[in-house]
């Protein structure tokens, strides 16, 4: 039975220019977004093969526009932006912090791709994939059990080799290199995460209870 997600309170909406004004974002530049724990605890997120895969990506194609956003607060949170730093992204990725339950809804609206890239089992699901589905939002993801029930490859984003930032470099260089990709898995995106995920429907556990009964 998995996890739903509130289709009204995350939902696809403009983007909120203060928010975007405050993080100092390019509206012109396609934006990559992460939520998660910075923290020793969440140290499978794979944050670093984010930031080490957007390396990758610069590097071999100078003339690819991108930024991205990291939603998330923990001890390891001046590590990963050191790490930044020693890579030259400083004017690539932003890291937010902590937000707001009330402002968490508006960050995926800032966002044109999310990405989940943690390296093993400890993510067993990632419930913030159905928050990004539910906001309209294409994911990359990786391939692990759990995780990957979520993402229908090809349709609402693709799945992703855990820990390996090559893979991941290119499956985000080949959603936003086509915009017209891009928004149709936008679109099933939202319509997988009201058909499969959304608190609206009925739960499959009434059907579980009666059968046990």
Excluded: W
Excluded at 22 to 51: C, Q, S, W
Excluded at 109 to 134: H, K, Q, T
Excluded at 191 to 203: D, V
Aim: with cysteine; hydrophobic share 45%.
């Amino acid at each position: 039975v998995p996890f739903r997600v509130d289709t009204e309170r995350f939902q696809p909406r403009l983007k909120d220019q203060q928010l975007s004004d405050e993080l100092g974002l390019d509206n012109r530049r396609p934006t990559i977004l992460m939520v998660g724990g910075l923290d020793r605890a969440h140290y499978f997120k794979g944050v670093d093969v984010l930031i080490n895969s957007l390396t990758s990506l610069r590097q071999a194609n100078a003339k690819l526009d991108f930024q991205a956003v990291i939603v998330g607060d923990g001890d390891l949170q001046k590590s990963y932006q050191a790490l930044a730093k020693r890579l030259g992204l400083t004017d690539r990725i932003r890291f937010a912090g902590a937000v707001s339950s009330q402002q968490l809804p508006l960050m995926y609206n800032l966002a044109d791709l999310f990405v989940l890239p943690s390296i093993n089992r400890c993510e067993a699901f990632g419930i913030v994939l159905l928050e990004a589905m539910a906001s309209g939002l294409p994911c990359l993801a990786a391939n692990l059990p759990g995780v990957r029930r979520v993402i229908a490859p090809g349709v609402n984003g693709e799945l992703i080799e855990p820990a390996d930032c090559m893979d991941l470099a290119e499956k985000i260089k080949g959603l936003i290199s086509d915009q017209s990709r891009l928004r149709a898995m936008a679109i099933a995106s939202r319509q997988r995460a009201e058909q499969r995920f959304s608190l609206g429907r009925s739960s499959e556990l009434n059907d579980i209870y009666q059968r046990l009964i």
